[in-house]
């Protein structure tokens, strides 16, 4: 049988792989995706809620529900999503992470399907998925339409995919780049490539164009006095996360 085809960077991966033992250190080179974190979660849970009429008030709210965490790094969401009850499979090309996902996983009592694979592998082997969890990753890959149609394969009719990525102007090049890499030194200089960010109009239309439909987005906000994150209807001048589903018919 042919081999899947992949949308996998091999430059891109080696850069993760290179810091996959801090994943779990809050003032390690994960410290941005730490503070995000408490934000992106809200939203996520919001929009799955939202989707599937669940009360996020009682116990298990997302029992029943089959998540799957692309480019899960050491399981920053894919242990709340298992503490919420989802079924959680974390999926991620840079091998070196699987094993530090899995040691956190067994140490914090949660049982996570963790595995070294891509979306095109398991768009390959039918899996399916009522959420997908697509975060900080679009703008890593290859060819962004493909990986997004295999993102799009892997949902069930009327599933929920919720992705975000950076904005490309001058305003994310001065603070994703220069102030997250150069000045506050939060990650290594070459994380990100500011030609691979994706405006919010640009994703919008390679989710259509993947069979997807859009359905939100807020921006991810960072407050410097507060140095906190909050969610915005209007600024997504920098960091920005999108809800799509995919059609039941």
């Known amino acids: 049988m042919q081999a899947p085809q992949t949308t996998v960077d091999p430059t891109e991966i080696a850069k993760f792989e290179a810091m996959a033992a801090e994943w779990w250190d809050p003032d390690g080179k994960f410290k941005p995706l730490h503070m995000l974190n408490p934000c992106r979660l809200d939203y996520i849970t919001a929009q799955i809620a939202a989707e599937f009429d669940r009360d996020t008030a009682g116990p298990a709210p997302f029992a029943g529900l089959r998540l799957l965490d692309i480019g899960c790094g050491g399981g920053l969401l894919s242990e709340p999503m298992a503490r919420l009850g989802a079924e959680v499979v974390g999926a991620d090309a840079a091998e070196r992470n699987i094993p530090v996902a899995r040691i956190h996983a067994e140490q ?93 109009d640009e994703l919008y239309d390679l989710l259509r164009r993947a069979g997807l439909e859009p359905v939100d987005r807020k921006g991810f906000v960072f407050n410097p006095i507060t140095w906190g994150w909050s969610l915005s209807a209007r600024d997504l001048s920098v960091n920005y996360v999108t809800a799509s589903v995919k059609p039941a018919g």
Request: glycine share 6%.
């Open 108 to 200: 914090s009592g949660l049982k996570i399907d963790y595995r070294h694979t891509t979306a095109e592998a398991l768009a390959e082997a039918g899996e399916q998925f009522d959420v997908v969890l697509n975060m900080e990753v679009v703008e890593h890959v290859a060819d962004p339409l493909a990986y997004l149609t295999a993102t799009r394969q892997l949902l069930k009719p009327g599933g929920l995919q919720v992705c975000s990525t950076i904005n490309r102007n001058p305003k994310s090049w001065a603070m994703a780049i220069v102030g997250a890499e150069v000045v506050m030194r939060w990650l290594p200089r070459g994380t990100h490539e500011w030609s691979k960010f994706i405006t919010p």
